[in-house]
């Protein structure tokens, strides 16, 4: 299985991105998915979740900014980040919930203020 995050960028403080995670592998719609970041000298942290079913959770810290959403039959799971802070910069990665796969690349935000 590979994960391949893309969507990040250079955005201002209150501006918007999406991201996209593309899973290879026919499993992928069985299995609850996260989006987690990590900031320079930070450990990694999950921010969002995502179940089969479609069920959500958020970290304190992005709720009610952040959206995650998925498309099983494109094996991708999204996350629309809105209201943008500073404090979001980090390489965002996706995973299943279990941190079951290898990690991708992630991607890159960077928020400046």
């Known amino acids: 299985v590979q994960l391949q995050a893309s969507g990040g960028g250079l955005v201002q403080t209150g501006g918007s991105l999406r991201l996209s995670c593309a899973a290879s592998?026919?499993?992928?719609?069985?299995?609850?998915m996260g989006w987690y970041r990590q900031a320079p000298g930070n450990e990694r942290e999950l921010v969002a979740t995502i179940t089969s079913t479609g069920i959500t959770n958020y970290a304190d810290a992005v709720k009610g900014r952040f959206t995650v959403s998925r498309d099983n039959a494109k094996s991708t799971v999204y996350l629309q980040m809105n209201s943008l802070k500073p404090e979001d910069t980090a390489v965002y990665y996706c995973n299943t919930i279990e941190m079951a796969w290898p990690w991708g690349q992630g991607t890159q935000v960077t928020v400046s203020s």
């Open positions: 592998g026919s499993i992928f719609r069985f299995l609850s």
